[in-house]
């Protein structure tokens, strides 16, 4: 169940992997298969809205020494000032998508996979989680934005998975603690009951 804190100005929401991340790419995929490519690249490698539209596939690399893809995206500093490259870590199966994709839409090495806006990017999250909400009765959905996504991305990791901080600092893109602390909250439902019945067993 999508998770909210609504404490502050701005709500913030976590999907849950890895059920309402396949809901969120079905969804996208019977809308396009772009907003599927743009659905992945924000929650499973973790970009930013305005990182997905820099990640191309002359970026799309293996990284022998750790044994797995990367993806150079661009976005922002979290430190300020201009925006940096980073090498974002790509899980086989977006890896394959991508390939599919790059191929059967004619994309050339140095093009974008989605060619878009930024806020034809929010835009689709939007319209396809509204399109959830709708369809599910589930008005949660309403509150998830496209961040969001890299939210519920870099949670998932941190809490969920336990992959060390530092890890996530180097393909998430923060630049320092303070500013990957905020992903270190919210752990879902099933993680609670988890750690709760190892104090209680």
């Keep these: 169940m999508v998770r909210l804190d609504d404490s502050a100005d701005k709500t913030k929401c976590w999907i849950d992997y890895p059920e309402e991340v396949l809901t969120l790419e079905d969804y996208a995929r019977d809308r396009d298969w772009e907003q599927e490519i743009a659905i992945q690249l924000m929650a499973r490698v973790g970009c930013r809205a305005s990182g997905v539209l820099t990640a191309k596939p002359n970026g799309l690399r293996w990284n022998s020494d750790g044994e797995y893809w990367e993806l150079e995206v661009r976005g922002k500093n979290t430190k300020g000032g201009a925006k940096t490259v980073r090498d974002a870590y790509v ?40 399109e959830i909400a709708n369809k599910t009765d589930n008005e949660r959905w309403y509150e998830v934005s496209s961040h969001d996504l890299r939210r519920s991305w870099a949670t998932h990791h941190l809490v969920e998975k336990d992959v060390a901080v530092r890890v996530m600092m180097e393909i998430g893109g923060w630049s320092s603690y303070e500013a990957i602390e905020p992903y270190l909250t919210k752990p879902t439902y099933e993680k609670i009951g988890e750690e709760l019945q190892k104090v209680h067993a």
């Design 91 to 130: 899980p086989e199966r977006v890896k394959e998508n991508l390939d599919r994709y790059a191929s059967e839409r004619n994309i050339s090495d140095d093009e974008p996979y989605v060619d878009a806006s930024v806020s034809t990017v929010r835009r689709w999250v939007r319209e396809l989680t509204d």
